[in-house]
T-cell receptor
Framework: NAGVTQTPKFRVLKTGQSMTLLCAQD?????MYWYRQDPGMGLRLIHY???????AKGEVPDGYNVSRLKKQNFLLGLESAAPSQTSVYFC???????????FGSGTRLTVV | AQTVTQSQPEMSVQEAETVTLSCTYD???????LFWYKQPPSRQMILVIR??????QNATENRFSVNFQKAAKSFSLKISDSQLGDAAMYFC?????????????FGTGTRLTVIP
């Protein structure tokens, strides 16, 4: 049971480059999320999805886009990377209701 | 606005001793869920324990237990018989059961060091 898988685990981008982070879950969860983690700031929600074909903005959505074409996959895109987007990115999924989230192992992204 | 405050950026504990990590939250809701997550150096976020606000009994999971004070909006984590493997960042989190976001609001974390 793989849970939530994120690829890649590490990436270095130059300012202005684009990239896509892939998140895949095999638990048939309806909800999926993208967070970023920065020192001293905990985790902040970028975008989320409450089902296939749906997406919504979280707390810090600027500079990011997402897509959920298949229930098991949630993609996070950076169209034009900026140094401020240097961070660790976490994908998570959950069932509805009162359960905690299952997290992936994170992607460390550095924008130079 | 939902906020979660962890006032201890760093804590340390001697191996085999007990340590308590603090967490307070702010909400006007009466029904919600609280969680503690552990993040070891591997970066993986691991759910340690959860508490439903409607339950008065404090949750326990082996060496981990919480002290939930609903009126005070406090949710502390107690780790008994601390082990070297407990060294990690610990995040307190709060979740509303039914909002459009179904979001989890995190505190800024407490880094726990376990001294051999």
């Amino acid at each position: 049971n793989a849970g939530v898988t994120q690829t890649p685990k590490f990436r270095v981008l130059k300012t202005g480059q684009s990239m896509t982070l892939l998140c895949a879950q095999d638990m048939n969860h309806e909800y999926m999320y993208w967070y970023r983690q920065d020192p001293g700031m905990g985790l902040r929600l970028i975008h989320y999805s409450v089902g296939e074909g749906t997406t919504a903005k979280g707390e810090v959505p600027d500079g990011y886009n997402v897509s959920r074409l298949k229930k098991q996959n949630f993609l996070l895109g950076l169209e034009s990377a900026a140094p401020s987007q240097t961070s660790v990115y976490f994908c998570a999924s959950s069932e509805t209701g009162n359960y905690g989230y299952t997290f992936g192992s994170g992607t460390r992204l550095t924008v130079v | 606005a939902q906020t979660v405050t962890q006032s201890q950026p760093e804590m340390s504990v001697q191996e085999a001793e007990t340590v308590t990590l603090s967490c307070t939250y702010d909400t006007s809701e009466s029904d919600y869920y609280l969680f503690w997550y552990k993040q070891p150096p591997s970066r993986q976020m691991i759910l340690v324990i959860r508490q439903e606000a409607y339950k008065q009994q404090n949750a326990t999971e082996n060496r981990f237990s919480v002290n939930f004070q609903k009126a005070a909006k406090s949710f502390s984590l107690k780790i008994s018989d601390s082990q070297l493997g407990d060294a990690a960042m610990y995040f307190c989190a709060y979740r509303l059961p039914s909002t459009g976001a179904n979001n989890l609001f995190f505190g800024t974390g407490t880094r726990l060091t376990v001294i051999p």
